[in-house]
Nanobody
Framework: QVQLVESGGGLVQPGGSLRLSCAAS????????MGWYRQAPGKQRELVAT???????NYTDSVKGRFTISRDNAKNTVYLQIHSLKSEDTAVYYC???????????WGQGTQVTVSS
């Protein structure tokens, strides 16, 4: 059973930066697509960014140019670098792993990101 553990969230001022990390247990990490989702209060969980095992990335429009997803397969870790944070980025950020069928069905516990002055 794979486990995903996020870290790196916190309180940051508008315009600031954060790097979120997600450490995955288990084998064959490089074979799986990974993603970051977020859920703001009162809103549905939304997909933020994904990265394939080979490093191809995709982003939702609202974060393009500000968020960068990356992975280190040797460390079984996926990252989300966030710049120019806005108040609307406040959310719980979740790491997720896609199944072999491409369904994101394995989740971490989430890490809170709060953007406030």
């Amino acid at each position: 059973q794979v486990q995903l553990v996020e870290s790196g969230g916190g309180l940051v001022q508008p315009g600031g930066s954060l790097r979120l990390s997600c450490a995955a247990s288990g084998s064959f990490f490089s074979c799986y697509d990974m993603g970051w989702y977020r859920q703001a209060p009162g809103k549905q969980r939304e997909l933020v960014a994904t990265i394939t095992g080979r490093g191809h990335t995709n982003y939702t429009d609202s974060v393009k140019g500000r968020f960068t997803i990356s992975r280190d397969n040797a460390k079984n870790t996926v990252y989300l670098q966030i710049h120019s944070l806005k108040s609307e980025d406040t959310a719980v950020y979740y790491c997720s792993r896609a199944s072999r069928r491409g369904v994101y069905d394995t989740w971490g516990q989430g890490t809170q990101v709060t953007v406030s002055s």
